[in-house]
């Protein structure tokens, strides 16, 4: 035991003697531990951050807690009762007081067209007034309303009570939304209170809604958070079926769920920045060992000759090492520890991160500490004994690294939830493999081709050969330092190179969904962008301002023997196909030019009957049995915008004055309500059908303004509900009633089929001809022939078809009008300014500059970057210090040799540039390879890691962001700063004017 403590008195007093000793591994551990400390901080952080912009992106009818009451209550005492019991249980749960409404079910103006009426608590705060004023609350024969929606004002019957004071747009998302949505882009009229709204005389006892919605405060939500609000959702859920059977609660669950679990494996992925800091750490200490191991050597064998045992021998190495790791590990915590609170202090994301980050990095530091314990407490007894080891084992090391690498490497591109807790983790650690394999690699390979080296230069380059010498017959230092600089580089590269591939990505994936500079979609208002202006119109708001009109709708394909497999079907210009910069060249094996040639449509013109400008009534000449039905009119104008106008059959219909080039698109004979419902009886009692299911009428001439408009004669088709008679003057049809409609309507060019681009999976459903059927709408079927083929389009899903917009928009309204109306509009230029007046305040715009903007200040893809930069810069730190190291300790553990070849007469000058040539010798080596190690990391991780809100596989896939010559430049670039370094260094050494002898000790 007397030996065991000699020891150890003997390692406190050489710390005491040189206190600096060990500072360079407390330094290491301390910038270590302090970014695994940062690490754990930062990834806690960003996984809030995630969940709740995961929850921010589901609509907000969907994110929010609806409490629905089920059954018909009028009386106000009982629905009083009712909100106050959800009140009273969502208290604890919600973000704000829940709000009521009641929503009746669509109801139908003088005109025939659709609207709802609904009622909402706390109006102002739901609305935002665009015109007039905020209604006044509602009296059982009074009610006043906004419109939200349509400018199209409907024609309420006076007795109904209702009256519109105002427009508005939502300003709360989360109230008429999700279950709640009304009638799609039909006005929605809304009272200021549910009461009263319920209360209404002219609607005693029509369907109606009646609920509860409060936002949940996503806010305070934190990953570990979600499980406890899971389970409190669930107990106010039973909480309230007890209480009352007719209300039923529902929540976020799902959505809750989701968020959390892509938000916590996006924050696992950050594990590699831990992983990568534990290797640097022990790299570190095998040299900072390797560095002590002379000067330990001596203290060692002093206490063997003194007779100290083998337990003696090992608490002097242990005591050696043991204050720089505790130290180092100690300030590593504190300095985590400032780093978390500060960064929680700027993003404003409260107290209580620093604590946790100290438990979250708590085993990952003990790892730490101990592998850096063991390393130079293994080294320095190792090297203690003179027992260097032989290359062998250190080759079969490095073989085995390099072959676990390789598979890693080959497994990387998989989907982000191969990196959940219980699955894959060597592909989070593939950076460490990298490097470390790098490390051995450059460290076995060093002496040989040094070796090499120096037999190929013969007598030359004297101080070469010296240096040569030199390492060739003392290898240890420079296979360190070369090996660590070889993993530092590996990392830093891959921390630049993923920093700026993550950037290209926020660029392209923005691009993806934005494909120009700005899209209008229908907003809050459900206002349509050509309500708003025309094409033209957005076209001329500033100069450089290209607008696309795009058609979008949803089709089904069919291939033979298959389910019919949904597709998103886009019209767009192909002039905008071919100018879209959002098309990368690697979406497809054409250029975008090309595709856009093999799409575009020539024939823009619209077959049938024009009218005249100016037209004001239309009227059409019929014979034969067409009473029975009511009819309508398709009216298409000049920019392809229809109408859809109710026809009297015998007076015809007045219409607004029509634009130049309006025409005919299709007249439609329908079978009155009334009379479908009869029909539905009598099949439903057996009772046979009455007779008139079938006859012939015929459109003998259109009318303009009491004028024949000619092109009548022109080929028609009858699309449904009967055929066509051939015979005879005008338009005969023989019908059948089995739809319940008959549509006619001129044979358009579009009618043999259109050319469309489609993604490999749809084009392989086409037949030997090349066409693919769509089914569009209520089962109209559009033939698209297939030019072409790519994997990815901007804007689209994976499944995608694309035809110019010229061609499928009047494809689409030959056969159901309207569906190939331009919903969306595309613009190239500048166009934020051009659209920031308050006439498309009621517009959903997307600008690709802001979605960049966010997709770049994600916070787990700030993270990534943030915590791989500072893995990278430590490394890079650490590997100077490494180069430090390696040429002090050579002019320190060779101070015999330098000092004979001084009084040799080799000048100083020359032996400071020896010491210079070793150490870049070291990097010479350690660059290539470290730079190899690296691009290997990148190109096999890139799109791992690569982290956004949702967590999950970037689209489009990421490209790396790296250039045949910055490879080059770091390998160059690393061997200059060394050389500066290794100057620097150098430069104070051999300052004397005599040589001065090497002193014995211990020193």
């Known amino acids: 035991m007397s030996g065991v403590t000699t020891a150890i008195s003997l390692a406190r007093a050489r710390l005491r003697h040189r206190p600096a000793r060990g500072l360079l591994v407390a330094l290491a551990v301390t910038l270590v531990v302090g970014v695994e400390v940062a690490s754990a901080g930062v990834s806690r952080m960003a996984g809030d951050e995630a969940l709740r912009a995961g929850l921010a992106d589901v609509p907000a009818g969907y994110r929010s807690i609806v409490v629905s009451a089920s059954g018909f209550l009028s009386e106000p005492a009982a629905l009083a009762r009712r909100g106050d019991l959800v009140r009273q249980i969502l208290r604890p749960v919600s973000a704000a007081p829940p709000r009521a409404l009641t929503l009746f079910q669509p109801l139908a103006d003088a005109a025939g067209a659709t609207f709802s009426l609904a009622g909402v608590d706390d109006l102002p705060t739901a609305v935002t007034v665009l015109t007039g004023r905020l209604p006044a609350p509602c009296t059982p024969t009074r009610c006043e309303v906004v419109q939200v929606g349509p400018e199209a004002a409907p024609r309420l019957d006076p007795s109904l009570g209702v009256v519109v004071v105002g427009t508005a747009i939502m300003r709360d998302r989360s109230v008429l939304s999700g279950s709640y949505q009304p009638t799609d882009h039909a006005p929605v009229l809304i009272g200021d209170g549910s009461r009263g709204m319920d209360s209404l005389a002219s609607l005693p006892t029509f369907g109606r809604s009646n609920g509860w919605v409060a936002a949940v405060n996503d806010a305070a939500l934190t990953i570990t958070g979600v499980g406890p609000e899971l389970a409190r959702l669930a107990a106010l859920r039973s909480a309230l079926a007890l209480a009352d059977r007719g209300l039923y609660l529902t929540a ?416 439609t004979f329908r079978v009155p309500d009334h009379d479908v419902a009869r029909r539905l009886h009598q099949a439903g009692e057996g009772v046979a059908p009455a007779a008139g299911r079938e006859g012939t009428f015929r459109i003998l001439a259109l009318r303009a303004n009491g004028s024949v408009v000619p092109g009548l004669g022109v080929p028609w088709v009858v699309v449904s509900g009967g055929s066509l008679v051939r015979s005879g003057p005008g338009v005969a049809v023989h019908w059948v009633v089995v739809a319940e409609a008959v549509r006619v309507r001129p044979a358009q060019p579009t009618d043999h089929g259109i050319p469309v681009i489609a993604d490999p999976a749809t084009a392989a459903a086409a037949g030997a001809d090349g066409s693919v059927a769509l089914t569009v709408g209520a089962g109209s079927v559009l033939r698209g022939i297939v030019v072409g083929t790519a994997d990815r389009v901007p804007g689209l899903p994976s499944r995608f078809v694309v035809a110019d917009v010229a061609a499928l928009s009047p494809a689409l309204d030959a056969d159901e009008p309207v569906t190939g109306a331009v919903r969306e509009v595309w613009l190239r230029g500048p166009a934020e300014r051009a659209l920031a007046g308050p006439r498309f305040a009621a517009l959903e715009i997307t600008y690709r500059r802001r979605l960049v903007a966010t997709l770049a200040g994600d916070p787990l893809g700030r993270a990534a970057v943030a915590l791989v930069a500072v893995a990278g810069g430590l490394a890079v730190l650490l590997a100077l210090i490494a180069i430090i190291l390696g040429l002090l300790g050579d002019a320190r553990d060779e101070r015999a040799e330098l000092y004979a070849l001084e009084t040799d007469g080799l000048p100083p000058r020359t032996i400071r540039r020896l010491l210079v040539v070793r150490s870049v010798m070291s990097v010479a080596i350690a660059a290539p390879v470290g730079t190899l190690a690296g691009l290997l990391v990148v190109r096999s991780t890139a799109q791992l890691i690569a982290v956004t809100a949702q967590a999950t596989v970037p689209e489009p896939p990421l490209l790396v962001a790296i250039a045949w010559w910055q490879p080059l430049l770091a390998v160059a670039g690393s061997v200059v700063v060394a050389s500066v370094v290794a100057v620097a260094c150098a430069l104070p050494l051999l300052r004397g004017r005599l040589p001065r002898r090497p002193e014995g000790g211990l020193g």
């Open 252 to 667: 976020p669950d799902e959505q809750l769920a989701i968020a959390a679990a892509r938000s916590d494996t996006a924050a696992r992925r950050l594990l590699l920045v831990g992983a990568g800091a534990v290797a640097l750490a022990a790299a570190f200490a095998l040299l900072a060992a390797i560095g002590l191991a002379r000067d330990h050597q001596a203290a060692a064998r002093l206490l063997s000759r003194r007779g100290a045992g083998r337990a003696a021998i090992a608490a002097f190495h242990l005591a050696e090492a043991m204050p720089s790791v505790v130290l180092g590990a100690t300030g590593g915590l504190l300095l985590g520890a400032v780093a978390v609170d500060r960064i929680a202090r700027h993003e404003s994301l409260g107290a209580g991160y620093p604590s946790q980050a100290i438990g979250d990095a708590l085993a990952t530091v003990l790892i730490t500490g101990s592998l850096v314990l063991g390393v130079i407490v293994l080294v320095l007894a190792r090297l203690a004994t003179e027992r260097v080891p032989g290359k062998l084992p250190l080759a079969l090391v490095g073989v085995g690294l390099a072959a676990v690498t390789f598979l890693a490497a080959r497994r990387g591109a998989v989907a982000p939830s191969r990196l959940a807790a219980t699955d894959d983790p060597l592909l989070a650690f593939l950076p460490t493999l990298a490097a470390t394999t790098a490390a051995l690699l450059a460290a076995i390979a060093g002496p040989p081709i040094l070796t090499l080296v120096e037999r190929a230069l013969g007598q030359r380059a004297l101080v070469v050969r010296l240096a040569l010498l030199a390492v060739v017959r003392r290898p240890l230092r420079l296979t360190g330092v070369a090996g660590f600089v070889a993993a530092a580089g590996a990392l830093a590269l891959f921390a630049v190179t993923y920093a700026a591939t993550l950037h290209d990505g926020a660029r392209d994936e923005a691009g993806f969904r934005v494909p120009f500079d700005a899209t209008i979609a229908e907003g809050p208002a459900l206002i349509l962008p050509l309500e708003v202006s025309s094409l033209a119109g957005y076209g001329h708001l500033t100069p450089g301002l290209t607008a696309y009109g795009v058609v979008r709708q949803s089709a089904n394909v069919r291939s033979a023997g298959h389910q019919a497999v949904p597709v998103a079907l886009l019209g767009v210009p192909a002039g905008a196909l071919a100018a879209m910069d959002s098309f990368r060249p690697d979406f497809a094996t054409r250029s975008r030019s090309e595709l856009a040639r093999l799409v575009a449509w020539h024939d823009g013109r619209y077959r049938g009957p024009v009218l005249p400008a100016g037209t004001t009534r239309i009227s059409l000449d019929l014979a034969g049995e067409f009473r029975r039905f009511e009819a309508s009119v398709d009216l298409r104008d000049g920019a392809g915008v229809v109408r859809v106008l109710a026809l009297d059959a015998t007076a015809g219909v007045s219409v607004p004055p029509t634009s130049p080039g309006t025409v005919l698109a299709g007249i």
